[in-house]
């Protein structure tokens, strides 16, 4: 069985970004308030300083060093500088009555906060000799002007759009979105809403996978539940390839009767089904489609990775938890690099154990925890496959190796769902 890490980097070097030199149509650019998430293309370069003058940090008094330490410490008050307003330069021997983010008057080279003064009548008494350079934010303290201050293949957060918008970025070039085909196979499977027949179930994974793939930005086409049928499978195939970067399913790549899905992609491309050393989620497909030839010209680029003329496959496992975990660990990342982002790997935190786990599995586990209110980890009681309850009750997952039992006090490596679910 391949490991995850053997896995992963296979799936990674396959997954070229869209943005190469190849790819046509790979970018757009959006308004700055419409870019949240997306992957940015091109790299921001300040056109200015920020700020772009001295900017007083406290409302307070404008004074000069050396009319405080050679002369009276009160001054006439010469001027009333409001955030927004041009300063005149500041005489000799007075003080500007200064606020919060307002520009510094020239020749001032300290600010005294309000309550390190004294008013009477158009004077001020300051009572704090201040240093050069107090209270007073320099020009450019925070970006200088022809600085890299957002690279291309960051994910824009709203952070980041903040600090687009403050050197004036009223658009950016961004990455397209991944375009991903996803279908569900199982003459079981029945949509909410619909009589429960029996022997079926409903369609969890259509939910969560169209959901995850929203998260993530995609452009996501819902194929819905395709008929446990070759030749309707290897029809629904290539239609998503025509238009799609990658098609997405799961369940149905077994060696079953009434598993068309991988016959049906051995027939329209080439599939490669890894047994992975994981727990859960072993079986994984990848490989590719490929598009009609009347359909080329409309598919979504070309060159990612791939022959141009193919969309990428992925089957995952059927069982909900299975298909959930290998979704983030394997899925994630490859859109991610898809979309050109720099950063695919999630963080991970280094916690306390609260249990034992004294059965260690040889194969890699993703174990579904929480974090209780003494900052431990508590694991849920069922670690079954099919239990998707463990998805919403754990706040992350444990990612325990081979071979290894967990000791209660043990530290052991933990992805919050925050780090995999955006």
């Known amino acids: 069985m391949l490991s995850t890490a053997d896995a992963l980097a296979t799936l990674l070097a396959a997954a070229k970004p869209l943005t190469g030199a190849d790819h046509a149509n790979a970018t757009e650019t959006l308004s700055t308030f419409d870019a949240l998430n997306r992957v940015l293309a091109v790299e921001v370069v300040s056109p200015l300083d920020v700020p772009p003058m001295h900017t007083s940090a406290m409302d307070g008094y404008a004074v000069r060093v050396a009319d405080l330490t050679q002369g009276s410490r009160r001054l006439p008050v010469s001027q009333r500088i409001p955030a927004g307003h041009a300063p005149q330069p500041l005489a000799a021997g007075t003080a500007a009555r200064i606020f919060t983010g307002a520009t510094v008057p020239p020749g001032a080279d300290a600010v005294v906060m309000q309550e390190q003064t004294e008013t009477e009548g158009g004077d001020v008494t300051i ?110 195939l290539r239609e998503a390839a025509a238009k799609h970067d990658l098609i997405l399913t799961s369940g149905g790549v077994s060696v079953g009767e009434e598993d068309h899905v991988r016959p049906a992609v051995e027939a329209e491309g080439r599939i490669n089904m890894w047994q992975i050393a994981m727990k859960p989620g072993k079986p994984l497909a990848f490989g590719a489609v490929r598009r009609p030839q009347d359909g080329a010209q409309t598919a979504a680029g070309t060159d990612a990775g791939k022959d141009a003329d193919e969309a990428f496959f992925i089957g995952l496992p059927g069982n909900p938890v299975s298909s959930f975990v290998t979704f983030l660990l394997f899925v994630r990342p490859f859109l991610l690099r898809l979309a050109g982002a720099a950063h695919v790997s999630p963080r991970a935190l280094s916690l306390r154990a609260d249990f034992t786990q004294s059965k260690a599995d040889r194969r890699n586990e993703f174990l579904r925890a929480r974090v209780n209110p003494a900052g431990g980890l508590e694991l849920f009681a069922n670690q079954s496959s099919a239990v998707l309850t463990s998805t919403v009750w754990g706040d992350g997952i444990i990612d325990n190796p081979p071979n290894h039992a967990i000791s209660a006090g043990e530290t052991v490596r933990f992805i919050p769902f925050t780090e995999l679910l955006y």
């Open 127 to 236: 009572l704090h000799t201040p240093k050069a350079g107090e209270w007073i934010t320099a020009q450019g303290a925070d970006i200088k002007k022809g600085s890299v201050i957002l690279p291309a293949g960051t994910r824009l957060s709203p952070a980041a759009l903040g600090l687009a918008a403050s050197v004036g970025c009223a658009t950016l070039t961004v990455t397209r979105r991944v375009k991903v085909a996803v279908f569900f196979t199982g003459d079981e499977l029945t949509m909410p809403g619909e009589p429960l027949k029996p022997g079926a179930i409903y369609n969890s994974n259509r939910f969560t996978l169209t959901g995850l793939l929203r998260n993530l930005g995609c452009e996501v086409t819902d194929y819905g539940i395709v008929p446990d049928r070759l030749e309707v499978t290897r029809e629904t």
